[in-house]
């Protein structure tokens, strides 16, 4: 962690609080266990064998560290700044879930639970919590909104193959938010043996910070490898942001550092002043969901909006407590972008570079798009690329017009 | 003394236990909810837990969320939950009222002006079911300037030293979960719930009352010989779910009889408690 003066990376306090931001909202009997939760992570984390466990398998089976790529062509067809791309999209799996899975299946090794459960959107964390449950043969339960594996079929499949059971949640909107009331209602009534795995670093304390910790590798790389390539740090680092798991793990090694601008990418859907977007810190209010204390999308009755976007991943009127706290304090600006500029980059990332991004990715590099023409050559962009596009090609191809 | 305390004092003195029905307010509209509200004094609930609805219910099974969703969508909102007690209360100026429900609609409201509100309409409780102790100092504090019980879950998870932090502040009853999962799914186990009800009588001198897996009469009975008070929420949402095709009059009649069934087996039960207590003595 750093030593600066009036860090903003020594989050959260104590009970779990960015700020006015994130806690430990839950029914009284999942609380002792949220506490003993919070106490073997900060256990573990003392313990340097257990990052050595985590270190070697991020090496050796997730295939870190993931490369920071050059975007020449892209950065030629913009005439701006210098665009790098951090490729979380060739990781084992997939995707940035992957790093924060490992890190919380081996807590709940140290911790004796051998039950996994998961929710998952667009199913690169099911995915990846399938994977990792393979991986140490534990019995896994996926939770996911009908309407979400209905458009993300291959992951669907993936899962399945990969050994987990996939639970269909057809509560409320049948999509993230419900996925995640339903695996909170599973582990309610199975607080003994079972472990949660959250992907992303929303919910209750200290997932939050949990989820961050792991995913800080993706911005940690980042850094030196800018360093090593360009012998300084990006100008502006740019992520996309649903929950939040690969913005935070992205902007957390940077916030320290005023030269970095720092942009979050939300999805607009069919635009904010639309009723279906799913932009929580553009157009959301304060309140309690999931565990936190969050911006989220509310009525003005406390009840919680559905959200939509083109990507499953980002669909969800929740967002991580401490980048709710990061977008009060202005270190970090958010943005959005709507299905049809994530669709627009999701082609033209892929007949550009060769590189057929997530659709949830595609946002962070539609809102490259918007900003690079106007930085200056010499200046450096680095956007994450949570993961690839391959699970979204039977969707976007239905809003291209393509029959498969 | 409040309407809860009151309430818990006359049912010790004539040796019974308390029936504790739930329903979602506007569940499944805000006339029927009333008319429903209003026979069930008669029909024996001592005391009302009205649910404020909301469209996450996390803690909740499938019936209990239903009805929630019911009654968002006939218009329900913290505002009309407030008019449903304060209309109830024109009539009934005994029977306590404990909203239940979760944090959000109450942060969108504004706690202190929230509690300040339920208090005026009438209501004497609140169970707030994603506000532990370690997060409910917000809503504690202005309930104790308006004179509202913060009423306090225990679990099956909750060891010596957990029960001391849910007791410290606590206050009305409190409300102990028969199972570990969310309402009206698994079948408690009674006696792990009679040492658990135990375990809280030797802590506190609040009444217990039961809730969560009690589903039929012969359940309430079994829950009474061991507690002050029995809570029966799933069973009769469904039988509102189960009735929703049948004329509004009919529903609410239907719903009122189920509640006096349960209502006769905890009171019941509880007296012949009591008489055993004596023949033992």
């Given at each position: 962690m750093s030593s600066h003066p009036n860090s903003l990376r020594t989050g959260p306090d104590a009970r779990g609080h960015f700020g006015a931001y994130g806690g430990q909202f839950v029914a009284e009997t999942l609380m002792p266990l949220v506490l003993s939760l919070e106490a073997a992570y900060e256990a573990a984390k003392k313990d340097p064998s257990f990052q050595a466990e985590l270190d070697g398998l991020l090496k050796h089976?997730?295939?870190?560290?993931?490369p920071l790529y050059f975007a020449e062509r892209l950065t030629e067809h913009f005439g701006g700044a210098k665009i790098y791309l951090k490729r979380e999209d060739l990781n084992h799996t997939g995707a940035h879930k992957i790093n924060n899975c490992l890190g919380q299946i081996l807590l709940a090794r140290r911790m004796g639970k051998c039950r996994i459960i998961a929710e998952t959107g667009a199913g690169q964390h099911g995915v990846a919590t399938a994977t990792v449950c393979a991986r140490f043969g534990l019995p896994c339960i996926i939770y996911m909104g009908e309407v979400d594996i209905e458009r993300q079929k291959p992951n669907v499949f993936r899962m399945k193959l990969l050994g987990a059971e996939v639970r269909p949640v057809s509560s409320g909107s049948r999509t993230l938010k419900d996925a995640m009331n339903e695996a909170i209602r599973d582990w309610v009534a199975n607080v003994e043996d079972t472990f949660y795995i959250i992907?992303?670093?929303?919910?209750?304390?200290p997932y939050p910070m949990m989820v961050r910790d792991f995913q800080t590798v993706i911005g940690n790389e980042t850094r030196s490898q800018m360093q090593a390539r360009e012998g300084r740090l990006p100008d502006m680092v740019v992520a996309c942001v649903g929950g939040g798991s690969n913005a935070i793990g992205m902007f957390h090694p940077f916030l320290d550092d005023p030269s970095v601008e720092i942009h979050g990418v939300e999805a607009a859907g069919d635009?904010?002043?639309?009723?279906?977007?799913?932009?929580t810190l553009t157009k959301g209010t304060p309140g309690v969901l999931h565990g936190s204390r969050s911006y989220l999308l509310q009525d003005g009755d406390g009840q919680i909006i559905e959200a939509h976007s083109i990507s499953a991943g980002l669909d969800y009127p929740g967002v991580g407590p401490e980048h709710s706290w990061l977008k009060d304090s202005g270190r970090v600006k958010y943005f959005s972008v709507t299905d049809k500029e994530a669709l627009d980059a999701f082609v033209m990332l892929s007949k550009l570079e060769g590189i057929i991004p997530a659709l949830e990715s595609a946002h962070a590099v539609a809102h490259v798009a918007r900003i690079a023409p106007q930085m200056k050559k010499d200046q450096l962009i680095a956007a994450c690329?949570?993961?690839?596009?391959d699970k979204d090609i039977f969707s976007a191809a239905a809003l291209l017009g393509e029959k498969l | 003394m409040s309407r809860i305390a009151a309430r818990f004092d006359e049912l010790k003195a004539s040796g019974r236990k308390a029936f504790i029905p739930f329903i979602s307010a506007g569940d499944p509209d805000a006339e029927t909810s009333l008319a429903i509200m209003e026979k069930l004094p008669g029909a024996g609930a001592d005391i009302i837990e009205l649910g404020m609805p909301f469209s996450d219910p996390m803690a909740d099974g499938p019936a209990v969320q239903a009805s929630s969703l019911r009654a968002l969508e006939s218009g329900a909102n913290m505002i009309r939950t407030l008019e449903l007690v304060k209309k109830f209360r024109k009539n009934d100026n005994k029977t306590p009222i404990v909203l239940m429900g979760y944090f959000s609609p109450i942060h969108a409201y504004g706690a202190a002006r929230f509690t300040k509100d339920a208090a005026v309409a009438g209501a004497d409780g609140l169970i707030v079911?994603?506000?532990p102790p370690e997060e409910d100092e917000v809503l504690r504090v202005p309930a104790k300037v308006q004179g509202l019980d913060i009423i306090r879950l225990a679990t099956p998870t909750s060891d010596a030293e957990r029960l001391k932090t849910i007791l410290k502040d606590a206050s009305g009853f409190i409300y102990y979960v028969s199972i570990t999962g969310v309402t009206g799914t698994k079948d408690f186990d009674s006696t792990q719930v009679e040492a658990a009800v135990a375990r809280i009588r030797a802590a506190t001198s609040l009444p217990v009352a039961v809730g969560f897996g009690v589903k039929t009469p012969a359940h309430a009975a079994e829950m009474a010989r061991i507690a002050d008070a029995v809570v029966v929420g799933s069973a009769i949402v469904s039988h509102i779910a189960d009735k929703m095709s049948a004329p509004r009059a009919e529903l609410a009649g239907s719903v009122v009889e189920l509640c006096r069934s349960l209502a006769t087996s905890t009171h019941n039960a509880s007296s012949g408690a009591a008489q055993s207590d004596k023949v033992k003595a």
């Open positions: 089976y997730v295939g870190r560290e993931s992907g992303s670093a929303a919910g209750m304390h635009g904010v002043n639309t009723p279906r977007h799913a932009a690329l949570s993961g690839r596009g | 079911v994603d506000l």
